[in-house]
């Protein structure tokens, strides 16, 4: 199954780019989706999805979770790649991360 259909029938809509790497961000810290967080959290969140998804090819490595349980990443390699082809390759880590 297609994973924005996927996401749409769970959640009663289907989520922009930021919306999937928020909940991954969120499946990644622990959390329950109902706690509140801060703009500033939330672009966070974003952060240690991206870092999770592009972990798997290499390019982070985790590092760890500080006192707050929130994961930290090393970046191992820059993706030398256009914009559009780092987008395109984002979707196909989201749907490898939801196919795992």
Request: glycine share 8%; net charge negative; proline share 5%.
């Amino acid at each position: 199954m297609d994973t924005t259909i996927m996401l749409g029938e769970r959640f009663g809509k289907i989520p922009d780019m930021e919306g999937i790497l928020f909940l991954i961000g969120i499946n990644e810290l622990g959390e329950l989706p109902g706690r509140k967080f801060s703009k500033e959290q939330k672009q966070d969140l974003m952060h240690v999805a991206v870092c999770t998804l592009l972990s798997k090819r290499g390019y982070y490595e985790y590092e760890g979770a500080d006192p707050e349980g929130w994961p930290h990443f090393v970046l191992i390699k820059r993706p030398e790649l256009s914009m559009f082809e780092q987008e395109r390759m984002l979707k196909e880590c989201v749907i490898e991360y939801f196919e795992d």
